[in-house]
């Protein structure tokens, strides 16, 4: 992150901005579409942090680009950004926006990694165990990565559950590379 402060700070004037207007809902809808842009598309976040271009430009490139998916808040917040020169910022702001989102509403991210998909039946009983444990609104989201060979890591808030094939193999290793058995020849 570039600057958390700044983004902070943005973010919480546009919750605020927000709900002064009745319009949280449709603000963070739009910041999703902000979020999946500038994660999807690295020319767009080269763009929004180019010296060379000029303010004006990158305002018309942007319009061209959001135009019909965002609310008239976010375009306006968007185009305060590029007057104060901010716009690099933008992708940070999209995240910090998002955590504010979840504190306020109470809700808590988690993320569930596993090495092959999971199917719905299996994600909705996982959902309703980490909900039970927990006094917060849960928001999956799931990734595949093949490596884990079994198992799945778990990530909230404050916590990391790693039941993983790939962690158990690390531990194992780290014991036999630490053989108390085996005598220190010298």
Partial sequence: MQNPRLASRYAKSLVDLAIEKGQLEVVRADMQVLQQITKGNPDVVTL????????????????????????????????????????????????????????????????????????AAILSAIKQKVEAGSDKKIEMETAVEPDLIGGFVLETDDRLFDASILRDLKDIKKQFAQNIYTPNIK
């Fill in 48 to 119: 929004l942090r180019s010296p060379v271009i000029k303010p004006d430009k990158k305002q018309k490139i942007l319009a061209a680009i959001l135009e019909g998916k965002i609310s008239n808040i976010t375009s306006m917040f968007i185009q305060l950004l590029v007057a104060k020169g901010r716009e690099s910022n933008l992708p940070e702001i999209t995240t910090e926006f998002a955590r504010q989102y979840n504190l306020l509403n109470n809700i808590s991210k988690v993320k569930i990694t596993t090495a092959v998909p999971l199917d």
